[in-house]
C-alpha cells in the first residue's frame, strides 16, 4: 500500500528565497505525482502534475522526480507572502491511477 | 482554473441523524470522488464514481455511507445514520478523466 510522506512539517522562509518541499513514497510503480497547495478555508490548488523522472516547471514552481530515490520535491522560485499556505504531495495508485495518497502536508510561511 | 463547489461549508449535527454534503463538480467532469481528512490528520480516499456506480471505495467507505449523482445534479455524499467519529472534513474532487482531480473547499462536518 502506498505510503506518503512530507517533510519539513513546517518551513519558514524569506520572500525571495528558493524555498524547497520534499516527499518520499513507498511504491515506485505509480507514475502521477501532483503538488497541491491549501489556503485556509479553501480548496485545493494544482501547482505541478509530474508523470516521468526529471522535472518538470509550472511558472515559479518545479518538480523534480526521482522514482528510483522514492522522491519527489517541489521547488518555489521568488516566494511571495501570497504564497504561504500548506502544501500538499498526492500520489496516485489504483488500477486506473485515479485514487490519490497525500502525505500530512508542509506548513510554508513566506515572511516580507 | 475549474472550481468544484461544496455545501454547506460547515454542519453540526446530533449522533445518529442523517446529513447530505453537497458537491458542485466541474461541469463538464466524468469522475467525481470524496475525500475525508480528520483534524490534524492526511487527507483520505473514500470513494470514487462514473457513470453511475462506485468505482473503488476505501475502507473508510463504511456501510452508512453512500453517494449518488441524480441526473447530473449535485455529487452527494450521504451519512446514516452518523456517529462521532465522522467528524471532519470533506473533500470533493471531480476530474475530465483519470487526471488531475479538481478540488472543493470542504465540507466541516461536527457530530455531537
Not at chain 1, 500548506?86 to 500520489?91: F, P
Request: proline letters at 4%.
Amino acid at each position: 500500500q502506498q505510503k506518503v510522506q512530507q517533510s519539513p512539517e513546517s518551513l519558514t522562509v524569506s520572500e525571495g528565497a528558493m524555498a524547497s518541499l520534499n516527499c518520499t513514497f513507498s511504491d515506485g510503480t505509480s507514475n502521477n505525482f501532483r503538488w497541491y497547495r491549501q489556503h485556509s478555508a479553501k480548496g485545493l490548488e494544482v501547482l505541478v502534475s509530474i508523470f516521468s523522472d526529471g522535472e518538470k516547471e509550472e511558472g515559479r514552481f518545479t518538480a523534480h522526480l526521482n522514482r528510483a530515490n522514492l522522491h519527489v520535491s517541489l521547488h518555489i522560485r521568488e516566494p511571495q507572502p501570497s504564497d504561504s499556505a500548506v502544501y500538499l504531495c498526492a500520489v496516485s495508485t489504483g488500477t486506473g491511477n485515479y485514487k490519490y495518497v497525500f502525505g500530512a502536508g508542509t506548513r510554508l510561511k513566506v515572511i516580507a | 482554473g475549474p472550481k468544484v463547489l461544496q455545501i454547506p461549508s460547515h454542519q453540526i449535527i446530533d449522533m445518529g441523524q442523517m446529513v447530505t454534503l453537497n458537491c458542485d463538480p466541474v461541469s463538464n467532469h466524468l469522475y467525481f470522488y470524496w475525500y475525508k481528512q480528520i483534524l490534524g490528520q492526511q487527507m483520505e480516499f473514500l470513494v470514487n464514481f462514473y457513470n453511475g456506480k462506485v468505482m473503488e471505495k476505501s475502507k473508510l467507505f463504511k456501510d452508512q455511507f453512500s453517494v449518488e449523482r441524480p441526473d447530473g445534479s449535485y455529487f452527494t455524499l450521504k451519512i446514516q445514520p452518523t456517529a462521532l467519529e465522522d467528524s471532519a472534513v470533506y473533500f470533493c474532487a471531480s476530474s475530465l478523466q483519470q487526471d488531475t482531480q479538481y478540488f472543493g473547499p470542504g465540507t466541516r462536518l461536527l457530530v455531537l
